[in-house]
C-alpha cells in the first residue's frame, strides 16, 4: 500500500538541526558563496570570467526548462498536501519524476554533443571555445537533477537542504580549482571544475532527497498513473514562462552583450544571493498554518496570510537594508572592474526582495492552483523580462539585464500577492 504522507515535510525546516547549527551552516553556505565568486574574478580576467559565467548559464538555464513542469507539478502535490487525496506518496513522485529530468536532460545533453562534435570538425577555429563549454554541457543532467531536488525541498520547507548544504559542493569545488591550479592554468581546467562540482552536487541532493523523503524509494521505480503525466505536460507552458523570466535576460545578455558584461553581472548575482540563504527561513516560519487553513472557512485564511506578508516584508526589507548599506564594502573584495557596480547589485538585491517578499503568496498560489491566472502571471512577467532587456541590453548591457530581472519579478510576486488576497473573496461569491 502507498504510503500517504512523507515524514520529512511535516516537520518544519530544520528540525534536524539545532537553531544555532543551522544558522552556522547558513553562514557558512554565504561565505562560501562569495569567497568562491571572488576566487574566480581574481584568477581570471574579465573577459575570460564572463566566458566562464556564459557556461553558467548553458547548464543552469537549460536545466530550468527541462525541469520545470515536473518541478511545479511536485510543488503542487508537497505544498497542498496531495498526497492523502492521491495515494502517491512525495516522494515516489519525486524518484518518477527525477528519472524523467535524468532522461530528459540526458537526451538534451547527447544532442549538443552531436552538434558541437560536427562544428568541431566543420569549424575548426572554434575548438578552444568548444573545449571550455564541453563540461558544461556535460554538467546539464547532473545541474538539472540536483536543481530539481532542491526545489522539492524547498516546498516542503526544507530550505536548510535544499538551499544551502547542496551548494556547498559546487563553491568548494570552484576554490578547490582556483586554489590548487597551477598559475598558467586554462579557463578549460575551471570549467571542468565546475562538471565535479555538479556531480558532488547531484549525488548529496539525493542523499538529502532520500533522508526527507524516505517512504519514496521503495515504491519510487512503478509506474504512477498516466492523468499524472497529462496533468504535468498541461504544466508545460508555465513552466516554460518561468525559464524564460528566470534565464531569458541572462541568455540575451549571454549572446549579445560582451563577456565583461556578463562577469559583471554574474558577480552582483552570486552576490546576491546570499539573501537566498537566509531569508526563506524566516520568512516562512509557521507559514503552514496558512495552508493548512485555506481550505477553512474564508475567515480565518486572510488574517493569517496577511499576517505572514507583513513578517516577509518586514525580514525582507531590514535584511537587504543592511546589505545595501555593506554594498560599498562588499563590492571592494572584488576590486575592479566589479567595484563600481552597484546600480546592478541594488537592482538584483530588488529582485531578492521580491522574491521574498512573495513567496508566501506565492506557495499560498501554488496551494490553491489557478491555472488561468498563473499563467498570466508567469507570462506576463516573463514578457516584460525579456522585451526590456532585449531593447536596452546593447547601450546598457548588464544593468538593463537587472532592471528587466527585477521587473519580472515584481509583476510576478505582485500578481501572486493580490491573487492570494483576492482569493477569500472569490470563494465568498458575490454578496
Not at 7 to 21: I, K, T
Not at 188 to 198: E, K, R, S, V
Not at 205 to 216: D, E, H, I, N
Not at 257 to 271: D, L
Request: hydrophobic content about 55%; proline content about 5%; charged content about 10%.
Amino acid at each position: 500500500m502507498v504510503q500517504t504522507a512523507t515524514p520529512g515535510h511535516n516537520a518544519p525546516a530544520g528540525a534536524s538541526y539545532s537553531g544555532l547549527g543551522e544558522l552556522l551552516l547558513r553562514v557558512v553556505g554565504a561565505v562560501l558563496q562569495i569567497l568562491a565568486t571572488w576566487a574566480i574574478v581574481h584568477t581570471l580576467d574579465p573577459d575570460a570570467a564572463g566566458v566562464y559565467f556564459r557556461g553558467f548559464v548553458i547548464s543552469l538555464g537549460l536545466a530550468t526548462l527541462l525541469r520545470a513542469k515536473y518541478e511545479i507539478y511536485i510543488a503542487q502535490h508537497i505544498i497542498g498536501r496531495h498526497a492523502a487525496a492521491s495515494g502517491i506518496a512525495d516522494g515516489v513522485l519525486l524518484v518518477q519524476f527525477g528519472q524523467r529530468v535524468l532522461v530528459r536532460s540526458s537526451l538534451v545533453c547527447g544532442v549538443l554533443l552531436v552538434v558541437t562534435t560536427d562544428l568541431d570538425i566543420q569549424q575548426p577555429h572554434l575548438q578552444p571555445v568548444l573545449e571550455t563549454y564541453l563540461p558544461f554541457v556535460l554538467a546539464i543532467p547532473c545541474v538539472s537533477l540536483s536543481t530539481f531536488i532542491g526545489e522539492a525541498l524547498r516546498a516542503a520547507n526544507r530550505t536548510m537542504l535544499g538551499t544551502v548544504v547542496a551548494s556547498y559542493a559546487l563553491n568548494l569545488s570552484i576554490i578547490l580549482a582556483v586554489v590548487l591550479a597551477p598559475e598558467d592554468a586554462s579557463l578549460t581546467l575551471y570549467a571542468w571544475a565546475y562538471f565535479g562540482g555538479t556531480l558532488v552536487a547531484a549525488a548529496l541532493a539525493v542523499y538529502l532527497a532520500w533522508r526527507a523523503f524516505p517512504c519514496g524509494w521503495k515504491q519510487g521505480f512503478r509506474p504512477i498513473p498516466r492523468e499524472v503525466l497529462e496533468a504535468v505536460d498541461n504544466l508545460a507552458i508555465i513552466g516554460l514562462g518561468r525559464g524564460l523570466l528566470l534565464w531569458g535576460p541572462l541568455c540575451i545578455l549571454a549572446v549579445w552583450a560582451p563577456a565583461v558584461e556578463m562577469a559583471r553581472y554574474a558577480v552582483a548575482a552570486r552576490t546576491a544571493l546570499i539573501v537566498d540563504y537566509f531569508l526563506p527561513a524566516l520568512n516562512l516560519t509557521n507559514g503552514r498554518q496558512i495552508l493548512e487553513r485555506s481550505r477553512s472557512p474564508v475567515q480565518a485564511a486572510r488574517p493569517l496570510l496577511l499576517a505572514q506578508l507583513g513578517r516577509a516584508v518586514l525580514y525582507s526589507s531590514a535584511f537587504i537594508a543592511v546589505l545595501l548599506v555593506a554594498a560599498p564594502a562588499t563590492l571592494a573584495l572584488y576590486g575592479p572592474p566589479y567595484d563600481d557596480q552597484f546600480t546592478i547589485y541594488a537592482l538584483l538585491l530588488g529582485v531578492q526582495w521580491a522574491n521574498s517578499v512573495g513567496r508566501p503568496a506565492v506557495r499560498h498560489a501554488v496551494a490553491d492552483w489557478d491555472a488561468r491566472r498563473i499563467r498570466v502571471a508567469v507570462e506576463s512577467g516573463a514578457l516584460a523580462a525579456v522585451v526590456i532587456c532585449a531593447l536596452a541590453v546593447n547601450q546598457w548591457g548588464a544593468l538593463a539585464a537587472a532592471a528587466a530581472s527585477l521587473a519580472g519579478a515584481l509583476i510576478v510576486n505582485g500578481r501572486a500577492i493580490l491573487q492570494a488576497l483576492a482569493l477569500p473573496k472569490r470563494l465568498q461569491g458575490p454578496n
